[in-house]
């Protein structure tokens, strides 16, 4: 079984940045993805990583202002998020594709965290 713990999540003005950390139980190879769900939107991808750290990939509407990336030490993934504005508010998951697949679809992702709130206020 894999656990996935989210933080990083808050208040933040347009313009400014955060930091989400997903903690990572377990020792297996994965791709992990960071998706968000804004309300009354279904949950979209974000951003994805295979374990090797090397390989990445984004959804159009945050190339350039997010970066993922991975502490193999910490077992933890990062989403660094800049230049936030107002319509990147929702809720973001982390999640574990146990196939290292470098998916961009929901479906392939077995584990999920319990997501953490980003409200970015204009």
């Known amino acids: 079984q894999v656990q996935l713990v989210e933080s990083g999540g808050g208040l933040v003005q347009a313009g400014g940045s955060l930091r989400l950390s997903c903690a990572v139980s377990?020792?297996?190879?994965?791709?992990m993805g960071w998706f968000r769900q804004a309300p009354g939107k279904d949950r979209e991808f974000v951003a994805a990583?295979?374990?090797?750290?090397?390989?990445?990939y984004y959804s159009p509407s945050v190339k350039g202002r997010f970066t993922i990336s991975r502490d193999a030490a910490k077992n933890t993934v990062y989403l660094l998020m800049n230049s936030l504005n107002v319509e990147d508010t929702a809720v973001y998951y982390c999640?574990?594709?146990?196939?290292?697949?470098?998916?961009?679809?929901?479906?392939?992702?077995?584990?999920w965290g319990q997501g953490t709130q980003v409200t970015v206020s204009s």
């Open positions: 999640a574990a594709d146990i196939d290292d697949r470098l998916a961009t679809f929901e479906s392939w992702y077995d584990f």
């Open positions: 377990g020792s297996r190879a994965y791709t």
């Open positions: 990583i295979k374990w090797s750290g090397i390989t990445t």
